[in-house]
């Protein structure tokens, strides 16, 4: 059974830093892009990052560019996400998720997610 | 950046009925465009992926179906399982990949 399960959620003062990660299971994640996406309370989905299968290119959208970095473990099954400089507008419930096929880069799997709070 | 428009932004309907959702994108994305539920607290749900392909594992209730600019997703014989907000996603930019709002749908 494919299983994504993230870690590292909390409060976070502005300004200042987390690192989320996410354990996934189940299938070889050699072979799979892997994307961050997230959702603000009560609002909608925003795509975040992605990273290719070997690690080897990342991409980020316009609100994380510079601020983000997405990167990967293969080797231990697990995905992360630095989180630097943090404003009040990332607060967001974080979710790792599998990029079924990147031609058409639809997430076939998500984990649970996990929240992010920031704030003073 | 593609924007994605989804309509209406909430619906009401009764069991058995069949709903329709649009989706909107500002520019042609020929058939790059994916269908997600997503229940309260839960994470999303791939549904339908290349406008038209059920996912593995989805009723085949569901089915989508555009090109272009204008893509639909109908649910026939709705059941209370299926209230949920519904997102459009493009992915014709790959790497920028964008979301409509969503549209809420209510089990009368």
């Known amino acids: 059974e494919v299983q994504l399960v993230e870690s590292g959620g909390g409060l976070v003062q502005p300004g200042g830093s987390r690192r989320l990660s996410c354990a996934v299971s189940?299938?070889?994640?050699?072979?799979?892009?892997m994307s961050w996406v997230r959702q603000a309370p009560g609002k909608g989905l925003e795509w975040v990052a992605h990273i290719k299968e070997d690690g080897s290119e990342r991409y980020y959208g316009d609100s994380v560019k510079d601020r983000f970095t997405i990167s990967r473990d293969n080797a231990k099954n697990s995905l992360h996400l630095q989180m630097n400089r943090l404003r009040a507008e990332d607060s967001a419930v974080y979710y790792c998720a599998r990029v079924r096929d990147i031609v058409q880069a639809d997430f076939d799997n998500w984990g649970q997610g996990t929240l992010v709070t920031v704030s003073s | 950046d593609i924007q994605m428009t989804q309509s209406p932004s909430s619906l009401s309907a009764s069991i058995g009925d069949r709903v329709t959702f649009t989706c909107r994108a500002s520019q042609n994305i020929d058939y790059h465009l994916n269908w997600y539920q997503q229940k309260p607290g839960q994470a999303p749900k791939l549904l339908i992926y290349?406008?038209?392909s059920l996912q593995s594992g989805v009723t085949s209730r569901f089915s989508g179906s555009g090109s272009g600019t204008d893509f639909t997703l109908t649910i026939t014989s709705l059941q209370p399982e299926d209230s949920a907000i519904y997102y459009c996603q493009q992915s014709y930019r790959t790497l920028q990949i964008t979301f409509g709002q969503g549209t809420r749908l209510e089990i009368k």
């Open positions: 189940g299938f070889n994640s050699v072979n799979y892009w």
């Open positions: 290349a406008a038209s």
